[in-house]
């Protein structure tokens, strides 16, 4: 049943507290506008707050201050050469634009703040203006315990990516921790994490030195709360209110059940994409493709679904509806399931390959993890390749670790017999256990072991560009992605596709406004985040792929919601004050 009157009404009504909606509504705020911000969760965060947060803006003051210049120019150049005239122009020109202005008018105005990174290179090579560094900005830690009782509201990172019950940590850390008696660097580092973490876990659930996606959300909550934006906990969007042909506003579905909350500027979409949504994944996604998603069971795809109830069109010619990783997957005793994706720390390193039923690659296992997942799903078309396998030997584990397994893990048997490792003493013998062609795999793995030596991978070109050797090993030569493999024992992991993000969304414009399916935009319909179809047409240029496009389309629906000229917009109520009051926090 619906409460009919009054209505509840705001200027800006955002959907989904994740980097999209929540820039959306900090900035919409900043600019004077009475926003509100409904969570179908119990938590902010999303996908974001699970992701590294690596956030790819070009030409920002982050990347001159960081010394490693770069320009707006240079970048649309390389995204010329990616995305080709494959659509999405005049997005992709609104990105580049507003980019710098967006980070840096947050960096000014809000506790959300980057620095650029001087070595994460772009993920294409041979492609005019791709950078070495600059582009990929990192949201700087952020100190929990400054949040308070709203600690509890950040969703927590993924475990598979916490150590010690809860304690993140950046892949700077790693080394430290993988050899803490190394020197008196590593003891003190180590020594200073521990003790941090020790302090935490009295007090808390999980650390609180937040980083990566983390830290991103915490600092855009932080920002919200100092702003004093209403958040409502545990409401949905269920439909959108549409009169002559304009949104006003929408029914969310809430603790106290349905009610409607008009909005006289503007609805914003940003409820994560369309993950979890069947019909859609069944749709868009190939079928090995659809089983598994990275994203919380809360992005069911509401915000596309209730756009297109409203008319609005789905963009999805797009090279990939789905932008992947390569995940493995461990049966816990209690029958849950451990998703781990592998985004860089083993693949890129030397000594090891994938391979698919063929018993050959089919891949140059260096590369993004995206494209990882790309070749792997063409590759399937002709030859079984889903799950294909990650294959290493002993001394592989012990330095750089598969998966779930750390490196230098001594005691292998709990994953042996949980099936997430695969054992055997000789190629032949693998290859009989995870059902590939023996004589192919045999040469396959002699092969590999010449390229190891020359340092020239005449197949697939493996340490060839920056990103491949930046995620390799510096100490391992001629090439830092390849050593050869054995002698035995070896070891097998299968890995499956999963989203990391959707890719297909609402059609929109450069202003994050929604498109009917004939390019008319719907008054008062945004959309941001993964809701959006990505500027980037299903390619991954580079680090922060998804969450640069989420934060500077949240600030330009924000602010083009906000100078909307009286004409085309709802009139703000001219009685209310235009200082927001204290927070409404219903939960
Ligand atoms: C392991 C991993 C690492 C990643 N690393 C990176 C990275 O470093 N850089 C990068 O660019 N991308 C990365 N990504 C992808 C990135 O995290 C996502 O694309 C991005 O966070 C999506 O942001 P969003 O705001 O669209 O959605 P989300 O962050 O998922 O937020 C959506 C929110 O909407 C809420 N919601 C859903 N339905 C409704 C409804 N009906 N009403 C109200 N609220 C609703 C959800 O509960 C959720 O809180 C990574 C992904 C993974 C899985």
Redesign the pocket.
């Known amino acids: 049943m619906l409460e009919t009157s009054p209505d509840e009404e705001v200027d800006l009504l955002v959907?989904?507290?994740?980097?999209?909606?929540m820039t959306a509504a900090l900035v919409g705020a900043l600019e004077g506008l009475q926003t509100t911000l409904?969570?179908?969760?119990g938590m902010?965060?999303?996908?974001?707050s699970?992701?590294?947060?690596?956030?790819?803006v070009p030409g920002t003051s982050q990347s001159l201050r960081a010394g490693v210049p770069d320009t707006t120019e240079k970048a649309r150049q390389f995204l010329d050469s990616v995305i080709g005239s494959r659509g999405g122009e005049a997005q992709r020109d609104a990105f580049l634009t507003a980019g710098p202005q967006a980070i840096d008018y947050l960096e000014a105005r809000t506790e959300v703040k980057f620095a650029a990174a001087v070595a994460h290179p772009d993920y294409l090579k041979n492609h005019p203006g791709a950078a070495f560094g600059g582009r990929a900005l990192g949201p700087l830690t952020f100190d929990g315990r400054r949040l308070g009782a709203d600690f509890d509201r950040v969703r927590p990172p993924?475990p598979e990516f916490l150590v010690l019950g809860g304690m993140m940590v950046t892949r700077a850390d790693i080394p430290f921790l993988v050899s803490p008696f190394k020197s008196f660097a590593n003891i003190r580092h180590v020594m200073k994490l521990l003790i941090r973490h020790g302090m935490d876990r009295l007090r808390h659930r999980r650390g609180t030195n937040l980083v990566m996606?983390n830290a991103l959300v915490a600092r855009l909550l932080y920002s919200l709360r100092k702003k004093q934006v209403p958040i409502l906990f545990d409401t949905?969007?269920a439909e959108l209110l549409r009169e002559q042909g304009r949104v006003v506003g929408a029914v969310v579905e809430g603790p106290g059940g349905r009610r409607k909350i008009r909005a006289r500027r503007g609805v914003v979409l940003?409820?994560?994409?369309l993950a979890w949504n069947k019909e859609l994944r069944e749709q868009l996604f190939p079928a090995p493709a659809r089983l598994r998603s990275?994203?919380?069971e809360?992005?069911?795809g509401?915000?596309i679904a209730a756009a297109m109830r409203s008319g609005a069109g789905l963009d999805d010619k797009l090279d990939s509806a789905g932008l992947w990783?390569p995940c493995s997957i461990l049966k816990r005793p209690d029958g849950t399931s451990s998703v781990y994706?592998h985004?860089i720390l083993d693949r890129s390193k030397p000594g090891l390959i994938a391979v698919n039923a063929s018993g050959r690659r089919f891949v140059n296992e260096s590369d993004s993890y995206h494209d990882f997942v790309m070749a792997m799903l063409r590759a399937n078309e002709t030859v079984p390749s889903v799950p294909a396998h990650l294959i290493c030997d002993r001394s592989f584990i012990r330095d750089y670790g598969i998966g779930l397994v750390h490196p230098g893990t001594r005691n292998l048997r709990s994953f042996i017999e949980a099936g997430y490792l695969i054992e055997a003493p000789s190629l032949r013998e693998l290859a009989g256990k995870i059902g590939v062609a023996a004589d192919a795999f045999e040469q396959t793995v002699a092969r590999h072991n010449e390229y190891a030596s020359s340092g020239v991978d005449e197949e697939f070109g493996r340490g060839t560009s920056d990103l491949n050797r930046i995620n390799g090993d510096p100490t391992n030569h001629p090439n830092p992605c390849m050593r050869p493999i054995g002698p035995g024992p070896f070891y097998a992991v299968a890995v499956w596709p999963a989203d990391?993000?959707t890719s297909a969304g609402l059609q929109g414009d450069g202003d994050g406004r929604v498109l009917s399916p004939d390019g008319e935009a719907i008054p008062g319909l945004y959309a941001c985040?993964?809701?959006l179809a990505s500027i980037f047409r299903g390619t991954y240029p580079g680090?922060?792929?998804?969450?640069?496009p989420?934060l500077v389309f949240g600030w330009r629906v924000a602010m083009h919601a906000a100078k909307a000229s009286k004409a085309g917009a709802l009139p703000l109520d001219p009685a209310r004050d235009r200082v927001p009051g204290p927070p409404i926090l219903k939960e």
């Open positions: 959907f989904g507290a994740g980097a999209g909606g409904c969570e179908k969760t902010v965060g999303g996908i974001t699970t992701s590294g947060g690596t956030t790819w993924r996606g949905a969007l940003a409820t994560g994409g990275l994203a919380p809360g992005n069911t509401d915000g990783m994706p985004i990391l993000a985040g993964n809701d680090p922060g792929t998804t969450l640069g989420a």
